[in-house]
């Protein structure tokens, strides 16, 4: 639900322009927050901005949890309360630079270029050439790395879990309706509308000729009569076939030179970072080709990630242990938790990273489906003793093997190595499978111990 509280008037520095206020959001347990390319780049600017990793984390379990109160949008500013888990509530803003009148001239003369951008923004879709379009010409309408400024009651000075809740929220808002992303740029949707009809009328009449009935008043792009576009289909040549993607994403290029690079810059990582872009990039123009690729769910590797996921990809890439020292500490892990993470990317990606991590527990009605499914999985005789260990996490007393549910409905099979409890396989239907992985490898372990032990 949202209302307006003040008049939109589309004037670029008047005092009275539309401020929306949406009514707090349910809690978000079990989704994303983002699920459009647009709310993904303003969660990207943020966890790409904010230095503690921690904080965070904080944000997006206060988001998740319903902490956010009423969102208030306006030019220039988002605005929130948030309630602090002792109850405690603080008001958090989060600032964005305003586009200034050159800009908007410039924005809006993109946009009547094509009726297509026109048409996408009043279906509640943010057209992605318009935004490259925009870019080209020097207009930034996404944040990117340090454009989300925070202003929070708590006085910190970095984002905080008051303002990193309040962005995550945004996120899915604007799912809902990328205007909110305009309104915050500096223009409301109706005088936003309005001025792209009044220019898309007066490029109608300086493009059509004066003696067309109605030209002046139609408005869009000079047209053809529908038979004459009918009779193209038919008459034009097909397309041609699209060039074939190479064989291999190419040698990166080469940074060892004469001069030593300056201090703090690994010449090696960054060619490794590079040489993982362009096999990701030949991956994705394979793809392409494809019919219906872009109907398709993308491959798990290729969606977008969260810089947690994404370091952990990174070292799981690189052979673990080669940037491990560097990458730990980026992604707020300390380095045996990189190796764990590391381990389960290896079994499963994201899905396997969520699991080892608790990021998505079930809910009752997951947990509902994963006790019928155990009861189901084994005769009376065969029935193993398991003990709920809380979050969708069950274990074998006594055998150093475990059972966890995913959000997927997949069982993923744990073993104790030490004080830690690690992924010993990849994911399985059913938990009889899963727990199977899980014996033999507890077994595994336990028998490395003993002739260790021997030997000593």
Not at 41 to 53: F, G, I, S, Y
Not at 84 to 92: H, N, V, Y
Not at 437 to 455: L, Y
Request: charge should be negative.
């Amino acid at each position: 639900m949202t209302y307006d509280t003040r008049k939109d008037t589309g004037t670029e520095g008047a005092e009275d322009e539309t401020v929306r206020t949406l009514a707090a959001l349910p809690p978000a347990r079990g989704r994303g927050f983002a699920r459009t390319w647009w709310g993904q780049v303003w969660l990207r600017a943020l966890e790409d901005t904010a230095l503690d990793a921690g904080q965070l984390k904080k944000g997006r379990k206060a988001a998740r949890e319903g902490a956010v109160g009423a969102v208030s949008v306006r030019p220039g500013r988002i605005t929130a309360v948030v309630q602090d888990p002792d109850g405690t509530a603080r008001r958090s803003d989060v600032l964005l630079r305003r586009l200034s009148a050159a800009e908007w001239d410039r924005f809006l003369d993109l946009a009547v270029d094509r009726a297509g951008h026109v048409a996408a923004l009043l279906d509640r879709e943010m057209p992605p050439h318009l935004l490259e379009d925009a870019a080209d010409a020097g207009i930034e309408l996404l944040p990117g790395i340090g454009d989300l400024e925070p202003e929070c009651g708590c006085e910190a000075w970095d984002h905080c879990p008051h303002s990193s809740a309040l962005c995550y929220q945004v996120a899915r808002l604007l799912d809902q309706d990328p205007f909110l992303l305009l309104l915050m740029r500096g223009r409301g949707e109706r005088a936003l509308l309005d001025e792209l009809q009044v220019r898309g009328v007066a490029r109608a009449a300086r493009t059509r000729p004066a003696e067309e009935p109605g030209a002046a008043l139609s408005g869009g792009p000079v047209g053809v009569p529908a038979s004459v576009a009918f009779a193209a289909d038919r008459t034009l040549p097909p397309l041609p076939a699209p060039p074939a993607a190479p064989d291999g994403p190419g040698r990166p290029p080469a940074l060892d030179t004469e001069d030593a690079p300056p201090a703090g810059v690994d010449a090696g990582a960054l060619e490794f970072l590079a040489a993982d872009a362009a096999a990701r990039a030949l991956r994705l123009l394979n793809e392409a080709p494809a019919p219906d690729h872009h109907q398709a769910p993308p491959e798990p590797e290729l969606t977008p990630l969260t810089l947690r996921q994404d370091g952990v990809r990174l070292a799981a890439a690189s052979g673990g242990d080669r940037y491990a020292h560097r990458l730990a500490p980026g992604t707020g892990r300390r380095r045996a938790e990189l190796e764990l993470a590391v381990r389960a990317w290896g079994y499963g990606g994201v899905a396997a990273l969520a699991v080892l991590e608790g990021e998505r527990p079930p809910g009752p009605e997951a947990l509902a489906r994963a006790a019928a499914a155990l009861d189901a999985a084994w005769e009376d005789d065969d029935r193993p003793a398991l003990r709920a260990a809380g979050r969708g996490r069950w274990t074998v007393p006594g055998s150093g093997a475990q059972l966890r549910y995913g959000e997927d409905g997949r069982w993923w099979p744990y073993r104790k190595e030490g004080p830690r409890w690690t992924p010993a396989g990849p994911s399985a239907p059913d938990p009889a499978t899963a727990l199977a992985e899980a014996v033999a490898g507890a077994e595994a372990v336990a028998g490395a111990g003993t002739e260790a032990g021997a030997e000593g």
